[in-house]
């Protein structure tokens, strides 16, 4: 008996010592998005409901937010921005190219940063 539980033991020991492993931490990739200036007025009609044309062939009446053009406004403010503060508005933390990881669509940069000013401009419906 004693020498099976030396060998449960041991065996034990070993598959806890040898089973794990350790994944290598990949750091996250941060993206440097540029300032637009607060004199740059931002339209959400021309200039933001245009950056959702790729995103309404997921985002229309099946999946939430609905960004088909005439919907998309009232679908996004209040539930997902977060007026006058983008950092904490759902929108801009899950765009594709920052947080959403949709291969078929991604923003650029420049993209995220105009939506960023429009949601810190107050996210008007004009």
Known sequence: MKK?????LVSCL????????????QE??????????????ISFGTDIQPLFSNCTSCH????????????SYNALV?????VEDAENSKLYN?????GHHDIGATLSVD??????????????NN
């Open 111 to 124: 993209e995220i940063a105009l939506i960023k000013a429009w949601i810190n401009q107050g996210a008007l």
């Open 4 to 8: 099976l539980l030396q060998i449960v």
């Open 60 to 71: 229309a009446t099946n999946v939430s937010p609905d960004l088909r053009v005439g919907n």
């Open 78 to 82: 209040p539930a997902y921005v977060t």
């Open 14 to 25: 070993s598959l806890l010592c040898f089973s794990c492993y350790y994944d290598e931490i």
């Open 94 to 98: 899950y765009l594709p190219g920052n």
């Open 28 to 41: 996250e990739t941060i993206i440097e998005i540029p300032e637009i200036p607060d004199t740059q007025i």
